[in-house]
Structure formats: C-alpha cells, structure tokens
C-alpha cells in the first residue's frame, strides 16, 4: 500500500523525506487551491454566515447605544450650556431682581448655544425672561427634573438648579440642539464602517483558515475519490499531505485505506471470476475433464511441440458410448450421469499423463496421444481405450451398467496437418462406426471424406428438388386378399434428380435420401408436401367414384419436429378429403423415442379420423406389450419376412405369428413385398388381410396408377400364375 506507517529510524526518515515532498506538492498546488477557495460554495456560505452573524451582533450592540450616545450629546450641550450662562449672572442682585442684564442676555443669546432663558427665584417666581420664550413652565418642584425636546429636534430645553450655577436662582434654558442629530449621524456612519471592516476581516481570515484546513483536504480526498472511480482496480492517487491527527487528516487515511481495500477486493473477485469463466469455458463440470476447446488447444500444444527437430505423431480418438440415450431415458439422468463420471475417471486413470482425455460431447470422449514405442499406431489406443471402458460394467445404484463404445481414429499428421481437421477426421470416423453397427472402432481414410462431401451435396440437391417441385409421388396399389379390390395405395416419394444423360436424370431411391432428410430436418418440408399432394390425389379418386385409402409414410423425426396433428387437420381441411381415406404409416421407432408423447400424437391424429399402421412391423422394438396402448387400425408386415417366408421357417413364423397377434388386437394385418403367386399362397393360408407388392403392381405415377384402375377387373388371379 502506498501509506504504510513506518516504526524505524530509517522508516521515520523516510516518511519525512515523504512528507517534505508531498508538502513541496502540496505548496506548488496552494495557489491552484486558492483560487478554489474563493470559488468554493460551502466556504461562501459559512463565511457569509459568519459575516451575517457579525453583522446583527453589532447591529444589536448599535441600536442599544445610539440612545446613550445621543443622552451624551445633550449632556455635553447641557454643560455648554451651562457654562456659558453661569458666569453671566450677577452676584449681587438684590433679592427679587434678575440677576441678567438686558444687555448681557442679548451677548449671551447671539453669541452661544443658549438661545432663550427664564430665571426663577428658588421659590420659582419668575424674575426675568430672554430670547427664545421657553416651552416648559416651572410650576413645581417635580417639574425641576424634566428636560425638553422640540419636536424637529432643533431646541432642547434643560433647568439648571442653584448647585449647578452656584447661585439661588433656578434657570431653564433653551439651548440650540442642531447638531445632535448629525453628530449621531456621525457616530452610526463611523461605527458601521468599522463593523464593516471588522467583518470583512473576520471573515477573510475565516475564509483563508477554512480554505487550509478544511477546503483544501476536502478537494484532495474529492480527487482521491474521483481516481479511484474512474480506475477503481488501479487508483493511482497520492500520498496525503495532511496531518492524520485531525479530524479530516483521519478521515483522508481512512477513505485512502478503503480505496485501496476496494481495489484490492476488486482484483480478487475478478481474478476468481476470472478462474471461473476459465473453468467453466474450458473444463466439462460432470467429469471434471477438459472440454472439446480446451481439448483442442491442448493437441495443438502437443503437436506443435516439436522435439529432435520433429513434430509428434499422435493418434487421436473420439468415442461415442453406444445406446447412451437409451439408458438415460429408461434409466434417469442420474444413472446417465454417473456413468459419464465413471468413463471419465476411468479413462483418466487408466490412460498415462501423457495422454489428452476431455469430454467432447453429451456421450462423447476425445483422447489424443502421442505415438511410442508403446503406442504403434492410433488403432492400440482405439484397442485399449475400448478395452478399459468394456473390462468391467459401470456399478450404479447397485446395478451393473456394460458400456460399450463406438471409435473414430485418426493421426496426426497422416490424416490432417490441422488439428481441428484430424478430429474431425476421427469423429467422421466415429460416425461410420456408428452405421456400422457400433461396438466397433474404424480408422479414418480419405474415402470417407468424400463419402461425407457426397452427401452434404445430396442434401443440397435435395433441397433444390423440393424448391424447384423435382419431387413426385409414386403410388403403389394395396389389395384386400379376400375379396381382391384394389382397397388402397401407398404414396412414395420420388427424386427425378436431372442430370446431363440422355434420359435427362433418374430416379433416386428414397433410400438413399430419405435418411440424409431426416438428419438434416428437410423431412419436416417433404413430408409436409407428401401428404398433401397425396390427400389431394385421394380426393381426386374419391370424386370420381373410386374410394382408396391413401398411405403416407410419415418419419419418427416428423413425427417429434413438427406438429403433426396440426399439420394433419389443416390438410384434412384444405382437400376436403374423407379422413377415412388417408392412413399414416409410422415406424416402431417411434414408440421407442418418447412414448407419452407417441400416445398422445397417435390419439390425437385417430381423433382427426385418420387410420394409422405400424410399418415394417416385426424389425423394431421387440416389446409388443405396448402394443395394446396405440389407437392404431393395421400392422404392416415388413416385406423380408415375405421374402424369406418361404425359404425360412423363423421368417415364416413371425409373419404368421403378427397375423395372429393383429387380429388377436382386431387390428388388420396388410403383407408388403409380395412378390411371387406363393407369397401370396403364403399369405393367403396364414388369413392374412391385405397385400401390396411387386406381384401387382410397381409404385407407379399417378396417372398410370389412374390407367391401373380403369382396366383392374377385380381379380388377383388376373396377374397369373
Ligand atoms: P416403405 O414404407 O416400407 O415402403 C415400401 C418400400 O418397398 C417401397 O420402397 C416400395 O417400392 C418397396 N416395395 C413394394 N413392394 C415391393 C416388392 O414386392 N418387392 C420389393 N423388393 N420392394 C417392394 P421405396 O419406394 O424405395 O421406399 C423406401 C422407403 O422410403 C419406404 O419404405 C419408406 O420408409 C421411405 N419413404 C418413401 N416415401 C416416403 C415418404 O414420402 N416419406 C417418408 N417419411 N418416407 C418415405
Ligand atoms: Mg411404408
Ligand atoms: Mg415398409
């Protein structure tokens, strides 16, 4: 801190040496706070508060003596006049004589204060009258002490007694007062001049005494504050040069030290702030491990980091535990979590220090390591990593959890001079492992690349084929095996992908692009589209006379991305078609993604009137119990059951097993893939419903479909032996 209180000699020293500077400092500023001063507003007031205050006081003490000044005044003129009658009068009057000559009046009133006077005997007879006739009359012994002042203060009359004029005689004189008032005049101007002065210099060194010892501390610990809020991490503010002792000195080292407080507070949150967004931007809270960003910047350490004038070879692996999702939902998050912790801490202590292990992703690991003489090449550590997660099950709550793991291997700098491009490398790897049935690791090869460009670049085509309507719909015909009539048609989508051949383009199976739309959402559009168009195919059919039941098949993405039922409804609506007539075909892979909300979309879609069928029934879920908990009207057996039916006896007793099964839930059971007159033999023996398939009919366009219907007579037969 920069005002620490030193114990020592030298420290003593130093804090003088300090002081000395800071007052240099301090005097080199004085003229600047000066000028403060005189603009500083609290000053202003206390000093004109002061002033004030000085001011009334004598104002007061004024009021108070003017009288008495002005009885002086008089007094003084009643001893001129005095003096200047009693040497006039004459000793040796005879009794009842005035003891003033005519003459000697006259002297006396042109040439002093006294302007007139009456002479009384002791006994108050009057024995002469001069001058100016007086306006008191002395009829008593009381009326001896009065005095009188005309009213415009010009004359004032007093009664001098024989112990005054040393003679018997009693005088009232009127004197010339003129002057009184001017010279109090005199005295009020004078004395309000020296309070004036008394005041000003009062509050002047009032001023200057607040200015040093109060403005200037003020200000300085202003500025200190102001430093400290525009920088408050780092307030570069300077030592105080007032003396601590005081009142403001303390307060000054006081709000010092809480400046410096702040900042050092404020460095230590933000430096844990700090550790924390680092923890949280670069490290997975479950595990504990590095992130896919710090597992990233970490390779890149590692191999750029290069020994003996060579980078590193390092094999990189990412790794996904398979069916991870399953066991999260059956299971509860809980269960998921601890499994992810168990595959950390497992990989972490089992794999060397040298090894990068991070959670990459919500089921997903990454490790990366360098080749030895240990490690040949990136498929040992595929081997082992695998091996550590597989050697024994995960232990939670008590039950054993085997894990099982699909890898991605790639090398660097075989398969990337870019460490962000080997990993990628080693999850486009992952993912073929993952198609590949998982439970497997697979090494990167260029191949795969392409295969991946090749179908961002469907996917885009794609897109262009549903904005530019190269989409169509192909209708394969459905038949009551009873009976023969053609009872439905199953819409399927056609990709007219042009091209520069001379057919123009072909056709492209929904095979290939219906899984690529599905990953990608562009499901949700086409879907969209085919069950409109097909809605309004059916309703064109129904018009004139043929009532067939329309299949759309509608994807598990669909089914949870979109609103469906909404969809649904506004179709039904557009098209005018009986929802009778149209069927959604979903597959059991449905019912395996989130089954209340399977339930109620299914419910909900039979309440639009719309039938519903399972789709190659018997390839999903193995579970039939939920069967009973669908509203659904057909199970649609999957067509490798067909085909193997007569050549296999397993495939032959699950078809007939879900014939049974269906009507067991008086649900229709429709045989897709018929290809031979023996399938249909099959079908028929096992009292199978409906059929579709080859036998009849291709999925042919709609107008030859309408063709189809026109010359169908009704008889399966009629398609030969
Ligand atoms: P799917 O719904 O099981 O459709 C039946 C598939 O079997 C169709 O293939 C059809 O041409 C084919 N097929 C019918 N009879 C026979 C037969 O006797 N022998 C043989 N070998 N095959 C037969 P396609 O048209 O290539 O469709 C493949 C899959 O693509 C469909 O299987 C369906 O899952 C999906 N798909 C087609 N159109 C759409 C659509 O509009 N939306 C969605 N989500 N999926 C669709
Ligand atoms: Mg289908
Ligand atoms: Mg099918």
Not at 40 to 59: D, E, K, P
Not at 358 to 369: I, L, T, Y
Not at 565 to 570: E, M
Not at 619 to 631: N, V
Request: glycine share 6%; hydrophobic share 40%.
């Amino acid at each position: 801190m920069a005002f620490g209180i030193g114990n020592t000699a030298t420290k003593n020293a130093g804090s003088l040496e300090r002081k000395t500077k800071a007052l240099a400092a301090s005097q080199s500023k004085s003229s600047k706070s000066a000028a403060k001063i005189w603009r500083s507003r609290i000053s202003w007031r206390i000093t004109s508060a002061v002033f004030l205050t000085i001011m009334t006081v004598q104002a007061a003490i004024l009021t108070l003596t003017l009288e008495q000044k002005e009885q002086q005044i008089l007094n003084e003129i009643q001893e001129v006049g005095r003096s200047s009658i009693a040497p006039t009068l004459d000793q040796t009057t005879k009794f009842l004589d005035s003891p003033l000559t005519q003459e000697k009046a006259n002297r006396l009133i042109s040439s002093t204060i006294v302007n007139g006077l009456v002479i009384y005997t002791t006994d108050l007879l009057p024995l002469g009258n001069y001058g100016e006739p007086a306006a008191m009359v002395m009829l008593d012994q009381d009326s001896l002490s009065k005095t009188y002042r005309s009213t415009d203060g010009s004359s004032y009359e007093v009664v001098y007694r024989p112990n005054d004029l040393a003679r018997p005689y009693i005088i009232v004189a009127r004197l010339n007062s003129d002057g009184v008032s001017k010279q109090l005049f005199q005295y009020v101007q004078q004395t309000i001049l020296i309070m004036l002065l008394m005041s000003a210099f009062v509050t002047t060194v009032l001023m200057i005494a607040l200015g040093y010892w109060l403005l200037e501390p003020i200000l300085f610990m202003r500025d200190n504050l102001i430093t400290a809020s525009r920088s408050p991490e780092n307030p570069k503010i300077p030592e105080s040069p007032f003396s601590p002792t005081d009142e403001i000195g303390g307060t000054i080292i006081l709000a010092q030290k809480l400046i410096h407080q702040n900042a050092e507070n404020m460095m230590q949150v933000r430096s844990a702030a700090e550790d924390k967004i680092h923890k949280l931007a670069y490290f997975d809270t479950l595990t504990g491990l590095p992130n896919r960003t710090l597992f990233i910047q970490k390779f890149t350490e590692m191999a750029f980091n290069v020994t003996d004038d060579k980078s590193p070879r390092i094999a990189v692996i990412t790794m996904d535990l398979d069916h991870f999702k399953d066991i999260n939902d059956s299971m509860g998050h809980n269960v998921g979590d601890a499994i992810l912790r168990g595959v950390g801490k497992r990989l972490r202590t089992s794999l060397p220090d040298s090894a990068i292990v991070a959670r990459s992703g919500e089921d997903e690991f990454a490790v990366c390591m360098p080749l030895s003489t240990d490690l040949n090449n990136g498929r040992d550590l595929a081997e082992k990593v695998s091996a550590i997660v597989k050697e024994e099950p995960f232990k939670v709550y008590n039950e054993n959890f085997q894990v099982r793991t699909s890898i991605g291997v790639s090398t660097f700098p075989d398969d990337g001079k870019d460490p962000n491009d080997v990993l990628k490398h080693a999850d486009i790897a992952l993912n073929r492992a993952k198609e590949e049935g998982r439970d497997r690791f697979k090494e990167y090869t260029e191949d795969f690349d392409k295969a991946v460009q090749a179908r961002f670049q469907l996917l885009r085509d794609l897109r262009d084929a549903l904005e530019n309507e190269d989409l169509t719909i192909f209708y394969q015909p459905q038949f009551d095996l009873r009976n023969g009539k053609i009872i439905g048609a199953e819409a399927l989508l056609r990709w007219f992908k042009k091209d520069d051949s001379k057919e123009g383009g072909k056709y492209i199976s929904p095979a290939e692009f219906i899984p690529i739309a599905e990953q990608s959402g562009l499901i949700v559009p086409i879907g969209e589209w085919v069950l409109l168009e097909a809605c309004r195919t059916a309703k064109k059919w129904q018009e004139s006379g043929h009532e067939i039941r329309i299949a759309v098949n509608v994807s598990g993405a669909q089914f949870f991305q979109s609103d469906l039922v909404g969809h649904t409804k506004s179709v039904l609506k557009e098209t005018g078609v009986t929802p009778h007539n149209v069927e959604l075909e979903v597959t059991e892979s449905v019912f395996m993604d989130d089954i209340t909300i399977a339930i109620n979309t299914l419910n909900e879609l039979h309440e639009l009137g719309v039938e519903l069928a399972i789709d190659d029934f018997g390839t999903g879920y193995s579970s039939l119990s939920y069967l009973r908990q669908f509203s659904i009207d057909r199970l649609k057996i999957d067509q490798s059951f067909i085909r193997n039916a007569l050549t296999n006896d397993d495939d032959a007793a699950i078809a007939r097993t879900i014939v049974k099964l269906g009507h067991s839930l008086n649900l229709k059971v429709i045989a897709e893939g018929v290809e031979t007159k023996e399938h249909e033999k099959f079908l028929i023996d096992e009292d199978c419903d409906e059929v579709q398939g080859f036998r009849y009919s291709k999925p042919i366009p709609q107008d030859e479909f309408w063709e189809f219907l026109q010359s169908y007579n009704g008889d399966l037969s009629s398609f030969g032996a």
